[in-house]
Structures are given as structure tokens and as C-alpha cells.
């Protein structure tokens, strides 16, 4: 099984722009296998989709966020990245990576498994 | 957007008791259900997919079950490592959505 890792700065600027990178370790993240998926959870709070890349770098945005949000792939890294602009207070999070398995050509939209989530305050 | 509605919020059980959590979606997802644990200070783990099979590693002693709109997630005699939040999540529909976590605590 793939584990993986997050990173990137633990502060934001109120209008800036975060930005994360989850590092693929145990597997290609280009063998077909998985989607890549990031996943959020305010303090106390629930989680939320954000949204998922697959190795052809087609992506999948939920609709609350897809104005603000790209996901990338860098293969040749075995990483994917979350771009998320004009943060507010309410994109204070610990934000996931996960891995979505593909099985037999079809994903299966379930989260395992996941990073262990790096908290990112947007504060200025 | 599909809700899902996870009742109750806090549920307190003796260790040996048995858990049962409930997740209702506001639209049928057939069983494209699945369940995590998470305990504080870490990720989600994936208990349950399909709405009833049990992921890898996962012990007997949690069963899901349910289909439609109406899921139980079923912790046969609790131990102390399974008291923490427990959220659904549905797959069905765009976009993916979670329940509003449940917390088993200590009685």
C-alpha cells in the first residue's frame, strides 16, 4: 500500500494563495493504480472533499470550492499538488492527502490511505 | 449535493458494550457507503466500503450494514481503542460528502 505525505507552509496570508504538495511513497503515482485526492477538516469540525487528479492529470473539483482550486501532478516528482487562491479564515484547516484505488479501470471514491495532514492557519 | 445526516452526535458506551452509529443520506446512494475512524490527532482510517465490507486489518467486531438512505455502522463489543469519531461518506453522487461525525466516548 502507498503511504503518503504532506507539506507546505503552516501560515497564509489573508488573500494569498496556499499551496501543498503530497509526496507518493511505496508505488508510481503513475501506474494507473489511483486518483489523488485532498480532503479537509476545519478544527472541531467535519471533512470536505476538495477534490481529485488521476495520472492523465484529469481532475474532479467540488463545486463550493472549484473556482479557487486546482490540483496538479508532477510524475516525475511522484507528487501531487493543491493550489487553493484568495484564502480567507474560513480555509484554516488540517488539510489530507489521500489515494483513491482504481480497480479495474473504475475508481472506487473511498479515501485510503491517507497522509497525516498538515494544519494550514490563514492569519495575518 | 447529497447531505448525510449521522445521528448521534455522541454516543457514551461501557468497554464490552455494543455501538451502533447511524448515517442517513438525504438521497439514495445504494450502498456506495463507506465508514472511518478517526481518533485525535490523526487521519481518518477507512473501516468500511460498500456499506458493508470490511477494509483490510479491520477487525470482526465492526459490521456495517444498510442500503439506500438508512446505514448503521455496528461495534459488536467496544474496546478501548475504538472510542473515537466516526464519520460516513457517501460516493455516489458528486460531489463526495461526509456525515457530520459521531464520537464514542467513555461511559
Known amino acids: 500500500q502507498v503511504q503518503l505525505q504532506e507539506s507546505g507552509p503552516g501560515l497564509v496570508k489573508p488573500s494569498q494563495t496556499l499551496s501543498l504538495t503530497c509526496t507518493v511513497s511505496g508505488g508510481s503515482i503513475s501506474s494507473g493504480s489511483y486518483y489523488w485526492a485532498w480532503i479537509r477538516q476545519p478544527a472541531g469540525k467535519g471533512l470536505e472533499w476538495i477534490g481529485r487528479i488521476y495520472t492523465s492529470g484529469s481532475t474532479n473539483y467540488n463545486p463550493s470550492l472549484e473556482s479557487r482550486v486546482t490540483i496538479s501532478i508532477d510524475t516525475s516528482k511522484n507528487q501531487f499538488s493543491l493550489r487553493l487562491t484568495s484564502v480567507t479564515a474560513a480555509d484554516t484547516a488540517v488539510y489530507y492527502c489521500?489515494?483513491?484505488?482504481?480497480?479495474?479501470?473504475?475508481?472506487?471514491?473511498?479515501?485510503?490511505?491517507w497522509g497525516q495532514g498538515t494544519l494550514v492557519t490563514v492569519s495575518s | 449535493e447529497i447531505v448525510m445526516t449521522q445521528s448521534p452526535a455522541t454516543l457514551s458506551v461501557s468497554p464490552g458494550e455494543r455501538a451502533t452509529l447511524s448515517c442517513r443520506a438525504s438521497?439514495?446512494?445504494?450502498?456506495?457507503l463507506a465508514w472511518y475512524q478517526q481518533k485525535p490527532g490523526q487521519a481518518p482510517r477507512l473501516l468500511i466500503y460498500?456499506?458493508?465490507t470490511r477494509a483490510t486489518g479491520i477487525p470482526a467486531r465492526f459490521s456495517g450494514s444498510g442500503s439506500g438512505t438508512e446505514f448503521t455502522l455496528t461495534i459488536s463489543s467496544l474496546q478501548s481503542e475504538d472510542f473515537a469519531v466516526y464519520y460516513c461518506q457517501q460516493y455516489s453522487n458528486w460531489p463526495l460528502t461526509f456525515g457530520g461525525g459521531a464520537k464514542v466516548e467513555i461511559k
Open positions: 460498500g456499506a458493508s
Open positions: 489521500a489515494s483513491i484505488t482504481v480497480l479495474r479501470g473504475v475508481p472506487d471514491n473511498w479515501f485510503d490511505p
Open positions: 438521497q439514495s446512494v445504494s450502498s456506495n
